[in-house]
């Protein structure tokens, strides 16, 4: 078994910063790709980043220049750096990894969620 454990989440005024950590830990080989997605009020839920094992990311247009993503490999680890928040960023921010187990197979999981409001 596998756990995904979200941190970082909070109240901040706009233009603020965050970071938010997601821990995998249990049984595995390996975590491959790492991302972090988020539901904001009222909308379906996003992707906003995603990294892979060798440190390639991708990001939603909406946070290009603002929001980094990271990871330690050492320590099972993705991070998101959210800079110049905005009140649009305010969502539930949930970590998702791909992970290769001992037994070579290849699953997936969802951190907890973790809330992030952006408010004045």
């Known amino acids: 078994q596998v756990q995904l454990v979200e941190s970082g989440g909070g109240l901040v005024q706009p233009g603020g910063s965050l970071r938010l950590s997601c821990a995998a830990s249990g049984s595995l080989f390996r975590v491959d790709t790492m991302g972090w997605y988020r539901q904001r009020p009222g909308k379906q839920r996003e992707l906003v980043t995603a990294?892979?094992?060798?440190?390639?990311?991708n990001y939603a247009d909406s946070v290009k220049g603002r929001f980094t993503v990271s990871r330690d490999n050492a320590k099972n680890t993705v991070y998101l750096q959210m800079n110049s928040l905005k009140p649009e960023d305010t969502a539930v921010y949930y970590c998702n990894a791909r992970t290769i187990g001992i037994d070579w197979r290849t699953r997936e999981y969802w951190g907890q969620g973790t809330q992030v409001t952006v408010s004045s």
């Open positions: 990294i892979t094992s060798d440190g390639t990311t």
